[in-house]
């Protein structure tokens, strides 16, 4: 059984979508071991408390990078986290902490990258004209939204699209995408070629 620590800063639906995956057996061999957040008062702690998963709050306010990370990093070793899934976590992640878990790291980012990185990607988005957009799970390495791409999903975008409209039918395709991503890394069926993530094929050698 493979551990995930989740990190987040708000509501964590997309905790919430992983969660409703491995409960439902659509993420197979995977457990959520810890859930932290930099905010004490993130709604998504008091949503995986009530689904009987340990849950901190870590206040990263006042706090030196280097020690705030410092505490993450031991919490999730602490519950021998395998996989760490950030899931609206809204911190950069230091280099240390990246190296900390080598391609262990995960996140999901609205937007089709490399366009659009960063905040307001769906604003972005609609001011340049895109007519598709979606979202990315992709490794987390020391640049922000930068990592090897694990999987994308797509959603056309609509003339009479706002930010918020955009976002809704964006999210429900991070909500499909994070458990598809997570199950294939757990899997290790793949290989990495500069920054291409390839599936190995099932009479191929790792």
């Known amino acids: 059984m493979q551990r995930l620590g989740i990190l987040l800063s708000g509501r964590g ?18 457990e959520i071991a810890v859930v932290l957040s930099n905010l004490e008062d993130a709604p998504g ?3 995986a408390r009530e689904l009987n998963i340990p849950a901190f709050g ?4 006042g706090r030196k990078r280097a020690e705030h990370d410092a505490e993450m990093i031991a919490r999730l070793h602490q519950h021998k986290v395998d996989l760490v899934c950030l899931a609206g976590y809204m911190r ?3 280099p240390v902490f990246v190296g900390a878990f080598p391609n262990r790291i995960l996140n999901v980012h609205p937007s089709l990258l490399p366009a659009f990185p960063g905040l307001d990607a769906q ?10 957009a979606g979202c990315t799970v992709h490794f987390v390495d020391e640049a922000v939204d930068h990592g090897v791409i694990i999987l994308q999903k797509t959603v ?6 706002t ?15 994070y458990p598809e991503a997570i199950a294939a890394v757990l899997s290790g069926e793949y290989s990495i070629r500069d920054r291409r993530y390839i599936r190995n094929s099932p009479d191929k050698d790792l």
């Open 13 to 30: 639906s997309n905790f919430l979508a992983i969660a409703k995956a491995i409960h439902e057996q659509r993420l197979l061999g995977a």
């Open 45 to 47: 702690l008091s949503a």
């Open 58 to 61: 870590i206040p990263s306010v």
């Open 92 to 94: 950069i992640i230091s």
């Open 123 to 132: 604003e972005q988005a609609l001011n340049y004209g895109a007519k598709v």
């Open 156 to 161: 056309p975008v609509h003339d009479d699209d």
């Open 163 to 177: 930010d918020e409209t955009l976002s809704a039918r964006i999210l429900e395709q991070e909500h499909r995408a």
